[in-house]
T-cell receptor
Framework: DAGVIQSPRHEVTEMGQEVTLRCKPISGHDYLFWYRQTMMRGLELLIYFNNNVPIDDSGMPEDRFSAKMPNASFSTLKIQPSEPRDSAVYFC??????????FGAGTRLSVL | DAKTTQPPSMDCAEGRAANLPCNHSTISGNEYVYWYRQIHSQGPQYIIHGLKNNETNEMASLIITEDRKSSTLILPHATLRDTAVYYCIVGPSGSARQLTFGSGTQLTVLP
């Protein structure tokens, strides 16, 4: 398996623009997690899905952030409108049974 | 989840064994010890986990003390590519949850 695939790897955008991050989990995994990593706050869980259903979105910073999982092989994290404080590395991880999580390479987002 | 304590940094010579300690004195009976690492500019990578018996896989060995209050991750023959931040995490198995990575140990493998 190719592992968890995230795109794009790098995104540079201007404040106020919409940003969409994409994730393809490992085939057969039933859990998908979105994390954000910054120097100040470390790795933070934003939201996770089980069988395509959002289970816990308490980590989503505010209404500007939204995540969807239309099917078992694809998820998106959208920020609209983006702000400079959203600059971070965003990781997607998938898991079978919610235990061991396998991470993608991440998307480095810079909002100018 | 129980709190863990790790040294902030360690060095190891290439080809030698790297022994990374972790204290988890408040671990509960149903909590496992998990190890992940994060190589610079990459996503975290699962290494190994265990409950109370020693575990070994193709990447590493995990030694858990009999009282389960501490453990050691062993990389038997460290290479330069093993330079990374290593995280020890404790928590129940099989339950989806946030992985709380803490500060970890920065392992630097020296040539």
């Amino acid at each position: 398996d190719a592992g968890v695939i995230q795109s794009p790897r790098h995104e540079v955008t201007e404040m106020g623009q919409e940003v969409t991050l994409r994730c393809k989990p490992i085939s057969g995994h039933d859990y998908l997690f979105w994390y954000r990593q910054t120097m100040m706050r470390g790795l933070e869980l934003l939201i996770y899905f089980n069988n395509n259903v959002p289970i816990d979105d308490s980590g989503m910073p505010e209404d500007r952030f939204s995540a969807k999982m239309p099917n078992a092989s694809f998820s998106t994290l959208k920020i609209q409108p983006s702000e400079p404080r959203d600059s971070a590395v965003y990781f997607c991880a998938s898991s079978y049974g919610g235990d061991i999580q396998y991470f993608g390479a991440g998307t480095r987002l810079s909002v100018l | 989840d129980a709190k863990t304590t790790q040294p902030p940094s360690m060095d190891c010579a290439e080809g030698r064994a790297a022994n990374l300690p972790c204290n988890h004195s408040t671990i509960s009976g149903n909590e496992y010890v998990y190890w992940y690492r994060q190589i610079h500019s990459q996503g975290p990578q699962y290494i190994i986990h265990g409950l109370k018996n020693n575990e070994t896989n193709e990447m590493a060995s995990l030694i858990i003390t009999e009282d389960r209050k501490s453990s050691t991750l062993i990389l038997p023959h460290a290479t330069l590519r093993d330079t990374a931040v290593y995280y020890c995490i404790v928590g129940p198995s099989g339950s989806a949850r946030q992985l709380t990575f803490g500060s970890g140990t920065q392992l630097t493998v020296l040539p």
